[in-house]
């Protein structure tokens, strides 16, 4: 734990160096913060060592307090006994690998606070069975989910417009999936190898622009739902 606090500090110096908008730091049971000239805090990173995370919605140091806004990309990343993390609403975005190889993390709900998820955000959290993403979210990215090979359950908002390239591929659980109206278009592979995936379900009145093998290495039982005034759209459509 020291050293990976003494590691944390160094970078944190250079962090400072290179970025002055950040004048202080700390942590806070096994979370490393940056506090800002602006009056915000960032998580920076966190222990290698920690279990259950707990993002406060904000820091006080000496007698100002400072909200929360904002995960760090790879902050946790590779934190593999991290078995739950609670978000604030005081958070808006998500960096990029922020979560990317947290083996043990079960079940993740982002608040409506958020409106931004990184690349690999979520990517490689083998244990993780239940995503609910925030109804303020408009873009899920790439590789946000992929090898989520435990997830089963994820509820994509109406408020997202565009699933980015491999965002859920190789997640091989997912039985079934609702993409909302909202969505417009849906990148290379985002569903690559989802080999379970036996139900989708379009509710775009216009089909979604999708790119090449979206839906490659699925089960190949898997039914496609759409509105009944549009299966000839679908149809016609070129994938």
Not at 127 to 143: A, D, G, R, Y
Request: hydrophobic content about 40%; overall charge neutral; some cysteine.
């Amino acid at each position: 734990m020291k050293n990976y606090k003494l590691k944390a500090m160094l970078l944190f110096a250079v962090c400072l160096c290179n970025f002055p908008a950040f004048a202080n730091s700390l942590w806070l049971n096994d979370v490393f913060y940056l506090l800002s000239n602006n009056g915000t805090a960032l998580v920076y990173s966190a222990s290698e060592d920690i279990n259950t995370a707990v993002i406060l919605e904000k820091i006080t140091h000496n007698g100002k307090d400072y909200p929360v806004t904002s995960i760090r990309g790879w902050a946790f990343s590779g934190c593999s006994r991290l078995t739950s993390i609670t978000i604030p609403n005081s958070v808006t975005s998500i960096g990029e690998g922020a979560f990317s190889g947290c083996i043990n993390l079960a079940s993740v709900s982002i608040p409506n606070s958020v409106t931004s998820i990184g690349d690999y955000a979520f990517s490689g959290c083998s244990s993780l069975t239940s995503v609910v993403i925030s109804n303020s979210v408009t873009s899920i990215e790439s590789n946000s989910f992929s090898d989520c090979n435990s997830l089963t359950s994820i509820t994509i908002p109406n408020s997202v417009t565009s699933i980015g390239r491999s965002a859920f591929s190789k997640c091989s659980r997912l039985t079934s999936i609702t993409i909302p109206n909202s969505v417009t278009s849906i990148g290379v592979g985002a569903f690559y190898e989802c080999s379970d995936l036996r139900k989708v379900v379009s509710k775009a009145i216009i089909p979604p622009a999708c790119d090449l093998q979206v839906f490659r290495g699925i089960n190949w039982e898997c039914t496609l739902y759409v509105p009944q005034e549009c299966i000839n759209a679908y149809k016609a459509a070129p994938q």
